[in-house]
């Protein structure tokens, strides 16, 4: 089978992008497929020919179409690259013969997709910070870059509208949830829903304990500190605001929080200050390493307000960590809510939270017995997993097609 695979780029250091690395590794070695990539950049891929090397390639081959881009803003970027991988594949066909029996595009990249991976409604996003007057609070000092984003969404909603309830395209979810938000929004019910995963060999408890006393003391906790973890970009969506207030209820506990993500720290020192949380906070930009993060903590946190599929929390329960996660997280389907984490209802719960929190602290044997069972969970979601039922949705799609 021959694919074209349509993102602005792709590495293993995002998570809709390492989703698509691993799956495209195990096509080309283990099916024979002949994968073209159309990407601005693509990294962290072992075996990548280019477009330019001599054709035909050898089966089962990976071949990078180099698609240009330009600077300025992203609603910029994004309305260049759309039309740029476009011109370039339909120059491709026209004058390489080049064609393809499939067009597989992670989210909104196209417009001739035949299958796309959805790993984010963005009309149910926009809707969920409608409804949270505080994810539109913005710095007078960020009102551009707020109307910027905006915009960039609701061109990204308009093509969502357009593209997603189309006959010819099959669509794959990354979590129930997320097949559930196209159903309410585009009428989309035939929607195949493939859970992301983990990579076992990185994430696991020994790696995790191996490292626990250097990630320590980088970040300079104290033995008895009990080290509570939250990974992500988009603070207030992950839910910092609420695990803060939750922290800020637990004096008589040594609760310590690290909250890794490239949002701007200094926003939360007003908050930070009312709650008497200075001395019990660390920020730490995002690292390739991110195994560093899990070694440091206790117990993984991240009270969602909207994910389709985090994957810290999957990462975190791989490593032998309890978790706490939201209903509002997709990931949280993968999760038996009291045997290996907990599933909180509303993330606005701070009672609930606080009280979660404590459950965690005041009984080290539930602690333990959780943290088994969440890594026992997290090995049944592999990227072997995730490639199979990936390649049996694309071979689907493809006999879909052909009888179409």
């Keep these: 089978m021959r694919i074209a695979v ?18 495209v ?20 891929l072992t075996f990548v020919r280019y477009s330019k090397d001599a ?36 120059f491709d066909a026209r004058f390489r013969s080049l064609q393809f029996d499939l067009v597989y595009s992670p989210g909104i990249n196209c417009l001739d997709a035949d299958a796309i991976a959805v790993h984010i409604v963005f009309r149910e996003f926009l ?61 989309c019910t035939n929607v195949t829903v493939i859970p992301n995963a983990v990579d076992e060999s990185v994430f696991h408890p020994a790696a995790r304990e191996q490292r626990r006393e250097d990630a320590r003391r980088r970040w300079a906790f104290a033995p008895e500190d009990f080290v509570l973890l939250l990974i992500g970009n988009d603070w207030i969506m992950k839910g910092l605001p609420q695990l803060l207030e939750a922290v800020s209820r637990c004096r008589d506990f040594r609760f310590r929080l690290l909250a890794v993500g490239r949002d701007d720290s200094t926003l939360y020192a007003p908050l930070l200050e009312r709650l008497g949380l200075q001395d019990r906070v660390r920020f ?57 984490g907990f599933v909180l209802g509303d993330p606005r719960d701070i009672a609930a939270l606080t009280h979660l929190l404590g459950l965690l602290w005041e009984k080290p044997e539930l602690r333990s017995r959780m943290a088994d069972k969440a890594a026992r969970t997290a090995q049944q979601y592999t990227w072997e997993r995730n490639a199979r039922e990936t390649r049996a949705f694309l071979v689907g799609t493809l006999r879909r097609k052909e009888a179409r």
């Design 6 to 23: 349509v993102s602005p780029f792709l590495d293993r250091r995002h998570g809709t992008e390492r989703c698509i690395v691993e799956q």
């Design 25 to 44: 590794e195990r096509f080309a070695r283990e099916s024979g497929w002949e994968i073209h990539l159309y990407s601005q950049c693509v990294d962290d």
């Design 55 to 90: 054709l035909p390639p050898p089966p089962g081959s990976l071949i990078w179409h180099k698609v240009s881009s330009i600077p300025g803003p992203h609603l910029l970027q994004f309305l260049w690259w759309f039309l740029a991988n476009c011109v370039q594949r339909w």
């Design 127 to 187: 809707r969920v910070t409608r409804q949270n007057p505080a994810l539109r609070i913005s710095p007078l000092s960020q009102w551009a870059r707020l109307i910027h984003r905006r915009a960039y969404y609701r061109l990204i909603v308009f093509l969502e509208k357009r593209i997603y309830p189309a006959r010819r395209v099959r669509l794959a979810a990354v979590s129930q949830r997320t097949a559930s938000d196209l159903a309410r929004h585009f009428g």
């Design 284 to 340: 730490a930009e995002p690292s390739p390493d991110v195994l560093q993060f899990y070694a440091a903590a206790d117990a993984y946190v991240g009270p969602s307000l909207h994910d389709s599929f985090a994957l810290p929390p999957a990462e975190a329960m791989a490593c032998g960590l309890p978790v706490i996660t939201s209903a509002q997280n997709g990931g949280a389907e993968m999760i038996t809510d009291g045997v290996d």
